[in-house]
């Protein structure tokens, strides 16, 4: 069974269809890829998976649930995870402090124990920490640990987003446009992580691209999306052929005749 | 220079042993001051850790969750008629009064709270602003209960035999209240919750990816935020013994934005700071106004006047308040032949 499936999912901001019936299936550990050109409404998927957006039709189950039921804050509970385009961290608080939140779920401690921080708060406390450890070694973030957010180079805050996502022990992840802003060695690292955080942590990683060698080499499947519509889905060789896909991204071959 | 071998000493409120025993020191010379300095240093020593409570509670909403409030002082003198109604009117001790009118402010705060979860920023500052205006006509127009325009007495509290009726004695109960005040928002703020509320403040949108329950969170630091300064206007009250409209003003609830804004906004330190600052400030512009032309030792608003130039002047050059001018002290010192 599928672990995220999106069936023929539509939504319109004002008079532009953003999605125009797209249907995705994603399998319980395979790397998938949402690619398109600039404004087709692959990050809109998110969005709406996220329930940042309420679709006008159409249904997101996850593992059998479904998701149009929850609130924003409620989806993370399943195990979904997320990071951004534009990145959104904390950037007023430590890398350490930024991959605890992503333990925010897991945390049961009262107020009170809170307040005078003893006993359950300070086991769980302790507790995830050494989970956000582990994701830090994970992604080599060891010098940034104590270092305010805001004052990262880019590269690296992209790092952290992903190292807060990863510190939910999510089922999938779905990453917006990671590689962006990344160097080439950087871009290079991260393809491996990409299959390291399926292989070693067992997540499934979703992705919406824009760099074709990183989808070309890392994905299993992948959906190309063009105008809100699903225009063709694959293998990578196959999309690589595929005349529709070919035409959004370079026109048509008519034109040029 | 340390080394932390293991995550409960990372998790310390102070990095080194010692810093506490300074800490104990400076409660000592709080002390002394108070009961052996006379009377002047014991009331300013009361009315500092007054506004030590009320700025922690603002800082909580404003500095940590990134919410505004103007209506502050209505908190304040909800605890403050709370308290002082539930003792002489109801003949409840001082000691459950006092819990009790917290308690009472932090449950309007939950309401006043809710807009919050729509309205930020000005418009948030305005909603506050109209509840600190509906409090004060409330107040106003319920001469049987609050005793309008012409204010409440209260009487000092009692524990057994032993009246805390001076400056002195009362001493020992707003410094213990400051105490547990500040000893819990320390714990809150380096616990899940204070994460939580700093994630609403720096993105929401990553708040919520992250499974934090906005609405929640925004009305539980609205309450907690209240349920402080309402603490510390029942702490007010049986202070000073009588409470009239006039000891809470929207000009209150705006010198208490200027204290954290001062003292430094997100910073629990920056509150105290803020708020010694800003209780000797009035006792310095009143010795000051001596030296000053007779045409502005007139004037009236000359306190407001300084309160704006004040924030005006910490805005422009020290945006991180004075907590941040003692960071950068500090770093300074520690680099010093650089």
Known sequence: MALLSIQDLKISFGGIRALDGVSLEVGEGEIFAIIGPNGAGKTTIFNCTNRFYTPDGGRITFMGQDLLRLKAHEVAKLGIARTFQNIELFVNMTVMENILLGRHVFMKSGLLAQALFYGKALREEIEHRRKAEEVIDFLNLQVHRDKRVGSLPYGVQKLVELARALALNPKILLMDEVSSGMNLEETQDLMIWIKDIREDLGITPVLVEHDMRLVMAVSDRIAVIDHGRKIAEGAPAEIQGDREVVRAYLGDSDAFA | ?338
């Not at chain 2, 917290?102 to 709270?113: R, T």
């Not at chain 2, 948030?124 to 006509?137: Q, R, V």
């Not at chain 2, 400051?178 to 204070?194: C, E, Q």
């Open chain 2, 1 to 338: 220079m340390y080394l932390r071998e293991s995550y409960s000493r990372d998790l310390r409120i102070f990095d080194e042993f010692h810093k506490w025993g300074w800490l104990a020191l400076l409660a000592i010379v709080l002390v002394v001051l108070s009961q052996a300095g006379g009377n002047y240093p014991a009331y300013m020593l009361n009315l500092i850790f007054i506004n030590v409570i009320i700025a922690v509670g603002l800082n909580l909403l404003t500095g940590f969750t990134g919410l505004m409030s103007l209506g502050h002082a209505a908190f304040m003198s909800i605890g403050a008629y709370a308290s002082v109604i539930l003792t002489t009117k109801l003949g409840i001790s001082f000691w459950l009064a006092l819990p009790l009118s917290g308690a009472m402010a932090g449950l309007i705060g939950f309401l006043v709270g809710l807009p919050s979860l729509r309205l930020t920023g000005i418009y948030l500052a305005l909603a506050t602003m109209a509840f600190e205006f509906i409090t004060d006509e409330i107040i106003l127009q319920w001469p049987a209960l609050t005793g309008g325009a012409g204010g409440l007495s209260a009487s000092p509290p009692v524990l057994g035999k032993f009246p805390f009726n001076s400056y002195q004695r009362y001493f020992f109960i707003t410094f213990t209240c400051m105490a547990i005040v500040l000893f819990s928002t320390k714990n809150l703020l380096r616990a899940d919750f204070g994460r939580a509320l700093m994630a609403i403040r720096d993105s929401q949108t990553a708040a919520e990816v992250m499974g934090i329950h906005p609405a929640r969170y925004k009305t539980l630091s609205f309450s907690l935020s209240a349920l402080y300064t309402g603490l510390a206007g029942g702490l007010y009250a049986h202070f000073i013994l009588f409470i009239s409209p006039d000891n809470f003003t929207l000009l209150h609830s705006i010198g208490f934005i200027v204290m954290i804004v001062v003292g430094g906004l997100g910073s629990v330190a920056g509150s105290v700071m803020g708020a010694v600052f800003l209780t000797i400030l009035p006792e310095a512009i009143t010795f000051g106004k001596d030296y000053l032309p007779l045409a502005l030792r007139k004037a009236a608003g000359l306190q407001a006047a300084v309160y704006g130039i004040v924030l005006i002047l910490f805005v422009i050059f020290e945006p991180r308040g004075l907590y941040g001018r003692w960071v950068k002290i500090k770093i300074w010192w520690r680099t010093f032949p650089l």
